[in-house]
Nanobody, 121 residues
């Protein structure tokens, strides 16, 4: 499975961006798709995930209420709508696929290449 992330860019505080992650094959119904991010000098951290079959979601507390993860079944794509962005959201964002509804990096088997999001104050 190959994952291709896109949609990063530069915005000002309070702005919005929409990230997309396209899978090379249709995810299985048991697949969990997730977004992680890694800020400069920091460890990679969980942002949000979604269960492909049901659409159930889970968010990190730092983004809950501002970010929305969704799936587009016909396009084999997972999106991350990011609103009210803050400078602390600046990071490289990675999409990932796994089989456990988890926020742990080790539970994801496939990773995209990352897309940079920069939020200026």
């Amino acid at each position: 499975v190959q994952l291709q992330a896109s949609g990063g860019g530069s915005v000002q505080t309070g702005g919005s961006l929409r990230l997309s992650c396209a899978a090379s094959v249709r995810p299985r119904s048991s697949t969990i798709m997730g977004w992680f991010r890694q800020a400069p000098g920091k460890e990679r951290e969980f942002v949000a995930n979604i269960r492909w079959s049901s659409g159930s979601t889970f968010y990190a507390s730092s983004v809950k209420g501002r970010f929305t993860i969704s799936r587009d079944n016909p396009k084999n794509t997972v999106n991350l709508q990011m609103n009210n962005l803050k400078p602390e959201d600046t990071a490289v964002y990675y999409c990932a696929a796994g089989s456990l509804f988890s926020g742990l990096i080790r539970d994801y088997d496939y990773w995209g290449q990352g897309t940079l999001v920069t939020v200026s104050s």
